[in-house]
Every structure is written in structure tokens, then in C-alpha cells.
């Protein structure tokens, strides 16, 4: 028998035909490693089928049977549909057990299935007009005169591959058992081993060809593991050349951070106190600062961040901060304005649309500017950038960052989120970052009350609303669309603006979204936050930057549309002031799944436990982004949110970094 080295090359695997080769090299795969490495992205216990259903079902099902009639079906002169009828068993002829697989607009399965042919099809069943129906189900032929490579299909637990186009799934599966077969144990060996007792290629041949399920979950957390360690290590090295280099030494002076203290009518919390001491040390390093600063919606972030910038000031350097969003980059602007104009601090604004530098009248330039990805394009806006500030930095791409941090020499950096971030996260994406955490939040602030309503009346909505109204306070009305849309069912803000308007006829109801213009916005969130309107009706365009302490209320349409984390940064709009405050989550979802997320919010304002559970349920890449967070090339990454896993791999990376010495 041949045998195969991980690092092969596939296009000198004989057993390939060429036109195979060109498909597997079209689809990235190089060497023998490269496809072993693509792992089944599930499994069907072929030991044992389900029984034909006899309704429909939003499980899907995997069947065995035999095609007992095909054709093509033609609707009212629309395109056809090729339909098939299976049948249970391997008999040819009509009976009770049967069920209908249907194809829109693909001709060519024509020429895969017929009349006789076993096959075996896995997809969900629906009910049309009274007949079970499973439209484009994912299927093999059994064919015969194959019975020497008849157990890799059938009789076990196969695995089923991510399609590489030009090449069929059976075949796939051929291809990887027959390498498998041949391959030379030491060859497929990892750069480090983080199971001594658990050889390489067994995880291999259990996560492609296991036995029992039970092999998948082992296998399947070696390679994980493998993937943390190798993600530990990349980011240990990184802080570890980060922190070679030379910082700044700030913060030896502090008159202005002593002068904005005193100006305060309030005092820090002890968490932020403890915050601003974490940077206070590291702005006085010799090594340049690179922390981030978590703190849930409405603890204070800004305010921390103000001690930074001041400290940077007082060392005779300029501060950068970008935002994410206009609306936010302005809030910030109004905010640091109104308590550093009285320290005669100067202060401006660069957005796209937008540049203001305050109403102080000064020749110098800004010793604090504030933007969105404008500040990434401006020419000699800074002379010494000394601290830069990025706020909900899981916005911004790495390179954004970068680009930002290269317009100083070795400026401090502080990344600044109200999204809480897991520990596991916090562990493994931003190990080469220091963490200070705002863990409570300022006092004489009104308890948010949250309620999720299944189909809730309009009338009660508006009841409510008024009441609230009546009371002086003010409301927020949150909607997934700015506009109505063809193909999704949901609330729109534009549409629903209107009819808001007449049902409080007695208040002022404003619109905002993201396809207004900058001043359009700014003039829309002045009026609300001088409650020159009491309502307003909005897309997640307020999910940050948004702060009127009057707004009691908030009502958002079509919940089950939103992620956790965004629901709970909308939700943190209000509660901002003393009075109690109402978030009600209206859904129109039927399927549990929504529903539970739902009643996540509904029984915590922890922002942590929130985002813990939206991990769980769209895993990180959604929780976080995977273009922002570096997690796009990732291949497990639902392991993200086991703690277990994540503490092993950080050990092994130390265990590693710690032999390299």
C-alpha cells in the first residue's frame, strides 16, 4: 500500500485523478495535512436511519430508501421543479412510507437520480398541501459493485464534508479514508503536543471515521486545544514584543486630574478609583500602556477615560479619541466639553462631516481631539500624540487601530468596551492587552425593569407609554428596519414613525436612523436630550453614545431580531437617571430558542452573564465579529466558551514561552 506524509503534496497523490487534484488545490487544499486538517462539519450514524415521518418537522431527518418515480414538475409556466418520490426499504414500487424531495431551478439532478436508484437524503420535512416534502435535501446514491469501500458510506458513522465543488461528497469521503489509510504516523505530528497519551493521528482517524460519537467530542477538543495553544502563544509573543519597546513615562504631574476631582459634585466609585490608579501606573511605566477598560453600560467609562486623558495632558501631549459612530463621537464631545471647558482644556471634534473645535477661542491646536475613522485621514491634526483612546474597540479592525496608534511615537493605548467580554475571551483574543474592569455601577441610579410580551397589543403598548409621559419622563421606540423590506417581516422606523405620532398625538415623536445625514441626527438626539421630543422612534443607531437620564422607557419591536449583547447596549439607554425605568421586549417568535434569549435579559442586567449566554448561543464569532476579533480563520471556534479548555492551553503556551528562555 502507498503510504502518505502530512506535508505530501496532493497534486503527486497517485490515486488522485487530475481533474480531483485541480479541485482540491481550487479549494485551498495543498498538501495532505491541508485536507485532513478540514474536519466533517457533522456526522450521520448510518448504523441506523430514522423512521419516514409522518409530519412535518423543524428537525431534520435522515433517511434510507428507493427513488419509485422522478420528473420534472411545471407550474403555471414558471421554471420547473424536478421532483423525486422515496420510498422506505430498497423495493421498488409504491407504498405507505414514502416522501417527496423537491429541487427549484437545478436540472442536473436529473442526471444523478432516477427510478431504482437507493439513496440515502438528510433534510427537514414540511407539509405542502397535505404531502411531506423536503425541498433540496443534501443526498448520496448507494451505488453497487462498490462493496470494498461500501463500509466507508454505509453501516457506521459517516462523516459529511463542507462541499468542495467538483468533487462529490461520497468521493470526498472516499478520499479522506484512503489517505488515513496510508498515512505515516510521525509525519502528521504537531510543532508541540498537548496530549502525550493521545497520539496525533488517532484524533485524526476518531474526528473523521469515529466509532462513537463519544470519539468525535475527544477529537474534536484535541484539535481545539491545539488551535488555543498555537492562538496563547501568537498573543503572549506579541505583548512580549510590545513590551521590549520603550514608553513614554507620563503621569508624573497631576493638576489638572486633582482640579477635575475637585470640580466633580460627585465621587468616582471604588471601581473606578481602582481603574484610574491601573492606568495612572502604567502611564508612569517605562513601557508603553496597552490596556483595556471594561465597564457594563452606564458605569463610567468616560469618566475614567477623562482622568487618562488629563494625565496625558499635563505631560504635554495630545489625546486621540475615536468612536465607532457619529452619534457617539458627538456624545463624547458634549460631554468632554462640558467638564473641561471650565479647566480651559481644548477640545475638538473631526468626524466625516464635522469639525468643530469648541467656542473657547485658542490659536494652538486641540490637546484633545475627538472622531470617528476621520481621525484615521487627517494630515497634521496632532504634533505629539501621546494617548490614544478607542472606544467599543471591537468595532474597529486591527489595522484601524494601528494606523491610529502610528500617528504618535509609542503613544499609551486604552481600548475602552461596554460589550463585556468573557474571561475565556478576555484569555485568549486580548491576552497581549492588561484588564481593568468597572465592576459596579454609580449610585442614585433607577432600577430597569425588563418584560418580554409575545405579540403585545398596541393599545397596551400606548397605554403604557402615556402614562409614563404624563409622569414627565421620556421614551425610546427601537426598530430592526429603517425601511420596510420585501423579504423580512419586521418593524420598520420610518413606517412606524407616523403612526406613533398619532397615537401620542399629545408628544413630540422624532425619527432617527442611519440613512440621515450627520446634522439631521445631531439636531433629532439635541432635541430629545433638551426634551424638546418625548419620544423617539429609532433603529440601533442609539445602541451606544446616547445618554439623557430622563429617558425612562424603552420599547423594541421585533426583539428576537436583535443580539443579547445589542439588547442589553440598547437597554442600557435608560436607568441612567433616579428613576425607575421599563425596557419591554416585544416578539412576534415562536420558536423557543428566541424566547429563552429573550428571558436572558429579562432576568439580569449583569452584563457579563449576558454576554456569557450569547456566546453560548451564537458562539463568539457573532458575539464579537470575526473580521474585528481575528477569529475569522478560526476552525473550533464554539470551544471558545469552554473554560476548562481555554485554562489548558494558556498553561501549555506558558510551558512553551517558558522553554524558549
Not at 462539519?41 to 430514522?50: H, I, S
Not at 504631574?253 to 475637585?262: D, G, N, P, R, S
Not at 432600577?447 to 421614551?475: M, N, Y
Request: proline content about 3%.
Amino acid at each position: 500500500m502507498e503510504t502518505w506524509a502530512g506535508n505530501d503534496v496532493i497534486a503527486e497523490i497517485g490515486a488522485l485523478a487530475p481533474k480531483e487534484v485541480i479541485a482540491l488545490t481550487s479549494a485551498a487544499v495543498e498538501t495532505v495535512a491541508d485536507l485532513l486538517d478540514r474536519v466533517p462539519k457533522r456526522y450521520e450514524d448510518r448504523r441506523r436511519f430514522d423512521a419516514f415521518p409522518t409530519q412535518a418537522s423543524t428537525e431534520a431527518v435522515c433517511l434510507r430508501g428507493t427513488v419509485v418515480d422522478a420528473g420534472r414538475r411545471f407550474f403555471g409556466g414558471r421554471k420547473g421543479v424536478y421532483e423525486v418520490v422515496i420510498q422506505a426499504g430498497n423495493e421498488v414500487g409504491f407504498g405507505e412510507n414514502s416522501i417527496t424531495c423537491r429541487w427549484f431551478n437545478a436540472p442536473y439532478i436529473s442526471k444523478i437520480l432516477a427510478v431504482g436508484h437507493e439513496i440515502i437524503l438528510y433534510g427537514k420535512p414540511k407539509d405542502v398541501n397535505g404531502k411531506l416534502v423536503v425541498d433540496h435535501p443534501e443526498f448520496e446514491v448507494i451505488k453497487d459493485g462498490e462493496q470494498s469501500r461500501e463500509s466507508v458510506h454505509v453501516e457506521r458513522i459517516v462523516p459529511v464534508y463542507k462541499n468542495i465543488s467538483g468533487i462529490a461528497q461520497r468521493r470526498l469521503r472516499e478520499i479522506v479514508f484512503l489517505l488515513l489509510e496510508g498515512m505515516n504516523a510521525d509525519s502528521v505530528n504537531g510543532e508541540f503536543s498537548v496530549d502525550e497519551s493521545y497520539p496525533r493521528i488517532d484524533a485524526y482517524r476518531e474526528v473523521h471515521f469515529p466509532k462513537e460519537m463519544e470519539q468525535v467530542e475527544a477529537a474534536r477538543r484535541y484539535f481545539a486545544l491545539e488551535e488555543f495553544v498555537r492562538l496563547q502563544l501568537e498573543v503572549a509573543r506579541r505583548r512580549k514584543k510590545y513590551h521590549q519597546q520603550k514608553g513614554r513615562m507620563q503621569a508624573q504631574k497631576m493638576h489638572l486630574l486633582t482640579e477635575f476631582y475637585q470640580s466633580l459634585p460627585f465621587d468616582l466609585t471604588d471601581a473606578q478609583k481602582r481603574c484610574v490608579k491601573e492606568i495612572i501606573h502604567d502611564m508612569r511605566s517605562s513601557l508603553p500602556m496597552n490596556r483595556m477598560l471594561q465597564g457594563d453600560v452606564g458605569s463610567g467609562k468616560t469618566f475614567v477615560a477623562l482622568c487618562a486623558a488629563l494625565l496625558a495632558i499635563d505631560s504635554g501631549a495630545q489625546v486621540a479619541l475615536m468612536a465607532p459612530t457619529q452619534i457617539l463621537a458627538e456624545q463624547h464631545y458634549l460631554t468632554f466639553r462640558q467638564w473641561l471647558d471650565p479647566l480651559e482644556v481644548r477640545v475638538g471634534l473631526t468626524t466625516s462631516d464635522r469639525e468643530e473645535q469648541g467656542e473657547m477661542s485658542w490659536s494652538k491646536k486641540p490637546q484633545i481631539v475627538i472622531g470617528t475613522h476621520a481621525l484615521l485621514y487627517g494630515e497634521n491634526t496632532f504634533d505629539d500624540l501621546g494617548l490614544v483612546i478607542i472606544d467599543e474597540q471591537h468595532k474597529f479592525g486591527v489595522e484601524q487601530r494601528g494606523r491610529l496608534v502610528r500617528k504618535g511615537v509609542m503613544p499609551d493605548v486604552l481600548v475602552m468596551t461596554a460589550t463585556p467580554i468573557p474571561r475565556t475571551l478576555t484569555l485568549t483574543i486580548y491576552g497581549d492587552l492588561d484588564v481593568s474592569v468597572i465592576d459596579e455601577l454609580p449610585k442614585g441610579r433607577g432600577k430597569i425593569i425588563t418584560g418580554v410580551r409575545p405579540k403585545a397589543k398596541v393599545s397596551d403598548v400606548t397605554k403604557f407609554l402615556k402614562e409614563k409621559l404624563s409622569e414627565g419622563r421620556q421614551a425610546y421606540i427601537v426598530y430592526p428596519l429603517v425601511e420596510e423590506s420585501e423579504s423580512l417581516k419586521a418593524g420598520a422606523a420610518s413606517v412606524e414613525h407616523e403612526k406613533w405620532q398619532k397615537r401620542l398625538g399629545a408628544y413630540e415623536v422624532s425619527l432617527v436612523h442611519g440613512k440621515m445625514s450627520a446634522d439631521e441626527k445631531e439636531q433629532v438626539m439635541k432635541d430629545f436630550r433638551e426634551n424638546s421630543s418625548q419620544v423617539l422612534v429609532s433603529t440601533s443607531v442609539i445602541e451606544v453614545g446616547v445618554d439623557v437620564p430622563n429617558a425612562s422607557v424603552m420599547v423594541i419591536y421585533d426583539a428576537e431580531r436583535f443580539g443579547l449583547s445589542q439588547l442589553h447596549q440598547l437597554r442600557g439607554r435608560i436607568g441612567r437617571g433616579e428613576h425607575k425605568s421599563y425596557c419591554i421586549l416585544v416578539t412576534n417568535a415562536k420558536n423557543p430558542e428566541a424566547l429563552e434569549k429573550l428571558q436572558v435579559l429579562a432576568d439580569t442586567i449583569d452584563g457579563f452573564k449576558i454576554s456569557e449566554a450569547d456566546l453560548k448561543m451564537r458562539g463568539p464569532g457573532d458575539v464579537l465579529g470575526t473580521d474585528q476579533s481575528g477569529l475569522a480563520d478560526m476552525r473550533f471556534i464554539e470551544y471558545l466558551a469552554d473554560v476548562d479548555l481555554i485554562r489548558e492551553a494558556r498553561r501549555l503556551a506558558e510551558e512553551i514561552l517558558n522553554n524558549e528562555q
